[in-house]
């Protein structure tokens, strides 16, 4: 399985070539990407740049383009796409059914993949975007089983990637103004989830209040480690009970179960983390890097030695496995 | 094309600026009881000229009341009402492509496509776009009409810029949107009404319908903040857009829907036709509208580029408290 990993800054992206990435992927420094924050992605010039270094060492480079262009402003996702095919990258990772048309129509070359944002969950839905735009791999939603998956596979005549670690979206992505609601600022329109700078935090006594927007996301007692308050990781009262209601701040991890996605037809394994920094990012590759060869020798399955680097110092296989819906 | 579906009346097709009132699907769990005699009210009694009817959230609820549409969907057509079947929203697996294939069969009806699943069997035919599917842009809005989009509800989280950008852009299509009821924020394979009550959703022994206009999350300072309904997840406030009605007419919308929920939805109906006749005033349509459905919070702050929760107050134009 071709293993698919983030980079933020030319630092990171070098990071994850050297740690063993089959591809690198990366954005655009605007909202015309999925992590448009402050002090991350890339420009034109350094794009070509790593591209460049990419290919000399055989290693792949995809661009996500992959937020909602606003009306009226179409222009500034076009050109973002220009630019993309023009630095020679291998695949260009839209969710937008303008830009998929506007892609397939000035770049009918280009390799076109579905983000997750698409949000692409069923046979019926991958066949439209390949029947219309020719998209020849499927970055599926987290929301679906590794039976769902495997069975998806057998039917769809493209390529699917499926998310191996890091952050997890437990809302169906692409789908979700969770974080509009509460701060005005979306993946679908912005690239942002929970964005920082409507993030605070307020200490209460012995307790640490962490707050998006006008709303607590949680509230940690003098023993608890605060975390980031995203908010479907927050911790809510509902039916008279405390608790986190949607998920426990948690990361996925599918390191013990590659063996059980390669059997199931998955093309590709992608690390979540643009926002992340160049240790992290070695790590993390190099141990996928590890697990990944260990299987392609015929060595089985191995455990992760990734606890320490996920939220919470806890992992789980999130949706793969039905027991989590 | 032989089917004949999106049957009109021909005052609107003579007249497709004129504007309708939409009831959009119910969102919830209700008992069949209650959801049958919800529709016998609404074809006998609400002045609407639409409604939808069709699960929208949870395939699981589906087999407690398909057997009751095709009386239901005749009722309201004899009552003179369009009818539209909503699809559900999130579709995964073999079961749920199968029900999507199958409505597509269903001759003379209009069908809501809410995921690409839809928009996929239901291309080449009318058909209308859902609030669901991400329509951003221009681009976007032109593809969908050129394959066969006869009406698009936009989705509830654009500015009321890209609302009009969209609007300028759409030809020989009706455009709508929600201006009452909790809006639906995200949607997930969990189940968060089985998981606040400690069960999983193979075994959700369908808590859902224990709380009907959605289970209540608040912050753990005791502030409102969402609400659960299954697998999907609604706004705490509810949208009211009166005060914004006239501009998105002006725009071009021309479908205003209200989303279904316990309050006394004939009521809530007649306030917004009263509002669209000019025969009451927003700020008198917003306090009937409170009347009506009691102890709730109000928003439109999606629409004015602020945060969905929030309540923007018109400059110049006075509102209830």
């Not at chain 1, 991350?40 to 262009?69: D, I, Q, W």
């Not at chain 2, 939409?22 to 006998?44: E, K, N, S, T």
């Not at chain 2, 936009?154 to 030809?171: F, G, K, M, N, Q």
Request: proline letters at 5%; hydrophobic letters at 40%.
């Amino acid at each position: 399985m071709e293993l698919v990993c983030p980079a933020g800054t030319p630092a990171s992206f070098r990071a994850a070539v050297e740690a063993g990435a089959d591809v690198v992927y990366c954005g655009f420094r605007d909202e015309t990407n999925a992590r448009n924050f402050p002090g991350l992605n890339f420009s034109r010039a350094e794009l070509a740049t790593e591209t460049e270094f990419a290919h000399a060492r055989g290693t792949h480079v995809y661009l996500a383009c992959n937020t909602y262009p606003t009306a009226g402003k179409e222009a500034l996702w076009h050109k973002a796409v220009d630019d993309a095919v023009a630095i020679g990258v291998d695949a260009i990772i839209l969710a937008d059914i303008g830009l998929l048309r506007y892609t397939r129509d000035r770049h009918p070359n280009a390799r076109l993949h579905l983000s997750v944002q698409a949000s692409a969950s069923n046979v019926e839905a991958i066949r439209f975007y390949h029947r219309e735009f020719g998209v020849r791999r499927v970055v599926l939603p987290r929301v679906l089983s590794l039976d769902e998956i495997a069975n998806l596979n057998r039917q769809i005549g493209v390529e699917t990637e499926v998310f191996a670690f890091g952050g997890m979206c437990v809302m169906a992505e692409g789908r979700c103004s969770l974080s509009s609601y509460a701060t005005g600022e979306s993946p679908n329109m912005n690239g942002v989830c929970s964005p920082a700078h409507h993030v605070h935090y307020e200490e209460r006594g012995d307790a640490t209040v962490s707050r998006l927007g006008d709303f607590t996301i949680n509230v940690y007692g003098a023993s608890e480690t605060v975390g980031y308050p995203t908010l479907c990781k927050g911790r809510f009262r509902a039916m008279g009970k405390a608790g986190y209601l949607f998920e426990e701040p948690t990361s996925l991890d599918v390191t013990s179960m590659l063996p059980e996605l390669e059997a199931a037809g998955v093309t590709a394994l992608k690390i979540e983390g643009r926002q992340r920094g160049k240790a992290y990012i070695s790590q993390v590759v190099g141990s996928f890097r590890r697990a990944l060869d260990q299987i392609a020798a015929g060595h089985g399955a191995t455990t992760s030695r990734l606890s320490h680097m996920t939220e919470g110092q806890s992992d789980t296989t999130g949706a793969y496995r039905r027991n989590w819906q | 094309m032989s089917m004949s579906v999106n049957k009109m009346p021909s005052s609107v097709s003579d007249a497709p600026s004129a504007a309708r009132l939409v009831m959009g699907p119910v969102l919830f769990h209700w008992q069949a009881d209650y959801l049958r005699d919800f529709y016998a009210r609404i074809a006998d009694e609400a002045d609407v000229d639409v409604v939808h009817v069709g699960e929208v959230v949870c395939a699981k609820r589906m087999p407690f009341f398909d057997r009751e549409w095709p009386d239901v969907i005749e009722r309201l057509q004899r009552a003179g009402k369009q009818v539209v079947y909503s699809t559900l929203a999130l579709v995964m697996g073999d079961r749920e492509v199968g029900i999507i294939r199958d409505l597509a069969e269903m001759p003379d009806m209009l069908i809501e496509a809410n995921d690409f699943s839809a928009i996929g069997v239901l291309a080449g035919r009318p058909h209308m776009v859902g609030p669901y599917v991400n329509i951003y842009n221009e681009g976007t809005l032109r593809y969908m009409i050129e394959r066969g989009a006869t009406r698009i509800s936009l989705p509830w989280e654009l500015p009321e810029s890209s609302i009009a950008s969209l609007c300028a852009a759409a030809r020989d299509v009706e455009m709508e949107m929600q201006v009452f009821g909790r809006v639906p924020l995200a949607i997930s394979a969990r189940c968060y009404s089985a998981r606040a009550n400690g069960l999983h959703k193979d075994g959700c022994r369908y808590v859902c319908g224990d709380t009907p206009d959605g289970m209540n999350v608040d912050t753990l300072d005791g502030a409102p903040f969402l609400a659960v309904n299954g697998l999907q997840t609604l706004s705490g406030t509810y949208l009211e857009l009166s005060a914004e009605m006239a501009d998105l007419r002006q725009a071009g919308i021309n479908l205003f829907r209200l989303s279904p929920h316990r309050c006394d939805m004939v009521a809530i109906a007649t306030v917004y036709r009263q509002l669209l006749g000019g025969h009451i005033g927003p700020e008198e349509a917003r306090e009937a509208v409170l009347d009506i459905a009691g102890d709730i919070t109000l928003a439109n702050g999606f629409l004015h580029a602020i945060p969905g929760a929030d309540l923007y107050r018109i400059p110049g134009q006075p509102q209830p408290e």
